[in-house]
Structure formats: structure tokens, C-alpha cells
């Protein structure tokens, strides 16, 4: 298979999951896939950051080496929303290295306040709040107030993650 080929030739699930089947836990493969995500032209770009995720629900140490370039992608005012939603998607269950938490949590707390953002950005950035808490436990009363403030006036999905990171940051 041609991954270069494959991934500029189609746009459905079922590509999805057979370039995901091909790359396998390959980091050669798999970094030819990012080279898409953080160079190609923009459509290429979140189409690739989706079979990203695929990939990395099922081999998450592929990331690792890629975290630095997608928090500072994430910083770019260029960033689309669909680049936005994957990699907060991905990075929500990765460990971050200590260089890259602070600069991921200052994106995903402007993302999780924005009212621009749709829900599923700002679930999956509220998802690395929480996690970033760990490292940083001073942001949990932010993140509390944040979430509280808008949970009435949240989707379904967003009300639900809230909830649960709501009653988690609690038991913490």
C-alpha cells in the first residue's frame, strides 16, 4: 500500500480504518501519516488528524514523540477547529511532558471559555484540564468555575462530561 496515496485518495471510515490497519504500531508509517497532520494543506491535514486519532485509540505510545509539534500547532491562530478537536482528542489521554503543560493548558482553557468552539472542543479540552490537574493541582477551582458557569447553558455531551469532571475534581 502507498500511504501517501491512500491518505490523498479518499475521505470515509472505511479508509480510515484500513490506512489505521496499515499503519498498525509502525513509527515509520505513522510519521509519514504526521507529516500530513502538521504540513499538509489544510483539508489533508484534518482528514490525516483523524486517522491519527484512529491509530492512536489503538497504539497510544505513537504520539509520544509528536506532542511538542501538536501543542504548538494548537497555539497557532491557523488552527482549524477540526485540527483542534483531534488533537485535544488525542493529547486528552496522553502523559504531557512538563515543557508542553503549560502552553497546552493556556490552549485548552481558551478554547474551553470560548464561545466560539463547538462542544466537542470543548469537551475534549476540558478532559486535559482535568488531567492536567494532576501536575497542576491550583487550576482545579478554575476549571470547577469555568465548568459551573457554563453548564446551564451546555449541550447534552457537554453537561455530561462536565458533570463528571465536576464530581471528580471533588473527590480529589
Not at 497546552?104 to 472542543?121: E, G, H, I, N, T
Request: charged share 25%; proline share 5%; with cysteine.
Amino acid at each position: 500500500m502507498n500511504l501517501t496515496e491512500e491518505i490523498l485518495a479518499g475521505r470515509s471510515k472505511g479508509q480510515v480504518e484500513m490506512i489505521r490497519d496499515f499503519i498498525g504500531k509502525s513509527s515509520d508509517r505513522f510519521g509519514v501519516l504526521m507529516e500530513f497532520v502538521l504540513q499538509g494543506p489544510t483539508e489533508t491535514r484534518e482528514y490525516a488528524a483523524w486517522i491519527m486519532n484512529h491509530c492512536a485509540d489503538r497504539f497510544p505510545a505513537l504520539l509520544k514523540p509528536y506532542i511538542g509539534e501538536m501543542v504548538v500547532e494548537l497555539g497557532r491562530k491557523e488552527c482549524t477547529t477540526a485540527l483542534k478537536r483531534n488533537f485535544l482528542r488525542a493529547l486528552s489521554s496522553q502523559a504531557i511532558p512538563d515543557g508542553n503543560l503549560g502552553p497546552l493548558v493556556d490552549v485548552s482553557f481558551k478554547c474551553l471559555q470560548s464561545p466560539k468552539q463547538p462542544v466537542a472542543v470543548k469537551v475534549h479540552a476540558m478532559t486535559v484540564l482535568y488531567r492536567a490537574t494532576v501536575a497542576i493541582p491550583e487550576i482545579r477551582h478554575e476549571l470547577a468555575i469555568i465548568i459551573e458557569d457554563q453548564m446551564p447553558y451546555g449541550s447534552a455531551g457537554f453537561r455530561s462530561r462536565g458533570s463528571k469532571i465536576l464530581a471528580a475534581l471533588q473527590t480529589r
